[in-house]
């Protein structure tokens, strides 16, 4: 069974922080399929399409929408099969339900609201 299990989500005012985590179990995930897949966090509003927000490589190579550059960052542990998004400067545009995804495998979902 393929499983990635997102949490850290929450309320935070404007300017807080959040520090979200993606824990991947599961065959798929065996053989190191973690670890030569690129990590990707992805980010939807009700009504609006998936919005990639970050992403980091097997080779270590790191993308950001440009919305969130300088206030995320996105890392992972592959001998843990974890994954990480930090995020700082938190803004009410970065409410949204957040979702880590590997390969062919997606979370259910983390629900991040910031107050204005």
């Known amino acids: 069974q393929v499983q990635l299990v997102e949490s850290g989500g929450g309320l935070v005012q404007a300017g807080g922080s959040l520090r979200l985590s993606c824990a991947a179990s599961?065959?798929?995930?065996?053989?190191?399929?973690?670890?030569?897949?690129?990590l990707n966090w992805y980010r939807q509003v009700p009504g609006r399409q998936r919005e990639l927000v970050a992403a980091l490589t097997a080779s270590g190579k790191t993308t950001y929408a440009d919305s969130v550059k300088g206030r995320f960052a996105i890392s992972k542990d592959n001998t843990k099969k974890m994954g990480w998004l930090q995020m700082n400067s938190l803004k009410p545009e970065d409410t949204a339900v957040y979702y880590c995804?590997?390969?062919?495998?997606w979370g259910q979902g983390t629900q991040v609201t910031v107050s204005s």
């Open positions: 599961g065959s798929i995930f065996t053989g190191g399929i973690f670890s030569a897949n690129t």
């Open positions: 995804n590997v390969a062919l495998a």
